[in-house]
């Protein structure tokens, strides 16, 4: 039988603090993890997260929800799109 699960990202799990600017909230349920980004005003991923990652940019897929303002997404093949408050992505 299925189990109901909740954790309220006021409470995460794990909290990842990017370099400066932001930090990740991680909450797992049922062997899912699930963040909530916090993008501060001047985040950026050459600054905030490549010395962390060791990457040039993000290896991993995102699927969200941008709950308020907004942020400029880059594509490794150039395209940009802007993500903002009320926008689903992928």
């Known amino acids: ?4 699960e909740k954790q309220n990202f006021d409470a995460p799990h794990e909290t990842r603090p990017f370099a400066a600017n932001g930090h990740m909230d991680v909450i797992t349920l049922g062997g899912f993890s699930v963040g909530r980004g916090v993008f501060e005003p001047g985040w ?3 600054v905030d997260v490549k010395p962390i990652a060791g990457t040039d940019s993000c290896m991993s897929r995102h699927t969200g929800v ?4 907004s942020m400029v997404v880059r594509n490794y093949d ?3 799109v802007t ?3 009320g926008d689903a992505f992928v």
């Open 66 to 69: 941008c709950v308020a303002g």
């Open 44 to 46: 950026k991923w050459s």
């Open 78 to 80: 150039g395209t940009e």
């Open 1 to 4: 039988m299925a189990t109901l």
């Open 83 to 85: 993500v903002s408050a």
